[in-house]
């Protein structure tokens, strides 16, 4: 039997912008947020891959490793997770200006805090449908690449999205959320 690595890019990625009306977004920005801004805003990254359209359908997933740049951050080391998420969800053409750092107004099919697809679908909880244990952390500091993997949970991840596209919607990426100037600021697939 024959192993080789496949690297696939994100397929979509998206930042969900705590606000009450769900209607911040950053779908064809450039990056990626996740924690808890010194203004008291909570933001989180979604982020996907089309294994089945990469991925020879049979194959067994043996490793997994997410790797993402921050190219921004506040505050010290904080501990970053990913969440399977278990809704799909949208990247519409909402784009932040400047750092990206307060998002912009949601475009039609955008995820936001509230919703999976602005303004036609709501998560069943405001801030993403999710698997409560993560599924990766990885420490993240300064701007460096970092990477996340290969745990059981992750590789489990990935061969049930190959095996069930239908359950595909990728993970939610989550930093610190419980106290201010945590954030971080990852380069989305537009950067690259």
Known sequence: MVTSPISIGPSKDNTLYKDSTGS??????????????NRNVKRCGVIAFDIAGNVPQG??????????RA?????????????????????????ASGTEGGGAAASSGDATWIHTSFDTATWQTPGG??????????????????AWGSTYEIVADVQGWLEDPSTNFGWLIQGNEGEPRTTKRFDSKKTR
């Open 59 to 68: 194959a067994t997933i043996d490793s997994v490793t997410l790797t993402l």
């Open 129 to 146: 449908d999710l698997s409560a244990a993560p599924s990766a952390s990885a420490s993240v500091d300064g701007n460096w690449q970092y």
């Open 71 to 95: 190219s921004r951050t506040q505050a010290s080391a904080q501990n970053v997770e990913l969440h399977r998420l278990l809704a799909d969800w949208g990247e519409g053409v909402s784009d």
């Open 24 to 37: 911040l977004s950053n779908g064809a920005s450039q990056h990626i947020f996740v924690g808890h801004t």
